[in-house]
């Protein structure tokens, strides 16, 4: 199953090996979402593969000191979260970035709340049945969704959200980024961050954010499988 759009767009790069790319999210986090359209974009211009992984908002925030509207979205993160570890459960860890993309163009692009509606049309689009719908308000696979959570976490350190990049032994958050970048200029901002991230002592590059996260431009519209959805309606 894919879970991008390309289009086309762009030559898949010269034959050679290609890197898995460990990316770590949360659904329901907006710069998550861009950094993984961004990444769709990295896999047309470089060789690497990208093989998805989940991230908790609700446990990285469960003992730190947040708004009870904040808590309660990403409560419902959680119930997010559990249905996707059971799809990953049933149908093996590659059903993650089909889903991932269905649920982020609903929660992102399209604003739409992270409720059952929403987790069961994405679901649906995916070809996945309805009764992965029961593990959002199941303990069961909390252990596992913690286990993962944890993987990714362990990687580079407990200060940092979501997402989480890993690729040949270099691991880093980030990057934050809006519009996120296409063809050769995704393959560009890629070449840099693990350049820096691999350089010993890094620790953090920062300035101010003053953009809120664009879902209507650059990789995020290209890969939230829109152009899709748009073809199948004619």
């Known amino acids: 199953m894919s879970g991008s759009n390309t289009g086309g767009r762009h030559a898949r790069p ?12 949360d659904p329901l986090c907006p710069w998550a979402w861009l950094a993984s359209r961004w990444m769709f974009e990295v896999q047309q211009v470089r ?7 989940l991230m908790s908002l609700y446990l990285l925030n469960r003992d730190r000191d947040i708004s009870q509207e904040y808590r ?4 419902l993160g959680r119930n997010v979260g559990r249905v996707v570890m059971a799809a990953a459960g049933e149908h093996g860890e590659e059903v993650l970035s089909p889903l991932y993309t269905a649920l982020g163009r609903r929660i992102h692009n399209e604003r739409r709340e992270p409720d059952r509606d929403t987790l069961a049309e994405a679901l649906a689009e995916v070809g996945l049945s309805s ?8 303990e069961e696979l909390d252990g596992l969704v913690e286990a993962s959570h944890t993987d990714g976490q362990q990687r580079v350190g407990l200060d940092v959200g979501t997402p989480i990049i890993s690729v040949e032994g270099v691991s880093f958050f ?5 519009p996120a970048p ?3 200029e995704a393959g560009k901002l890629w070449d840099g961050v693990v350049l820096v991230a691999a350089t010993p002592g890094f620790y953090e590059l920062k300035r101010t954010r003053e953009e809120r996260p664009r879902f209507d431009v650059g990789a995020a519209a290209v890969h939230s499988g829109q152009l899709a959805a748009a073809t199948a309606g004619r």
């Open 72 to 75: 309660a979205r990403i409560a």
């Open 47 to 53: 060789p690497v593969e990208v093989r998805f992984h």
């Open 14 to 25: 010269g034959a050679g090996p290609r890197h898995t790319v460990d990316f770590w999210f």
């Open 174 to 178: 980030g990057p934050v980024v809006t």
């Open 182 to 184: 296409v063809g050769e």
């Open 131 to 138: 009764g992965l719908l029961a593990a959002a308000d199941s």
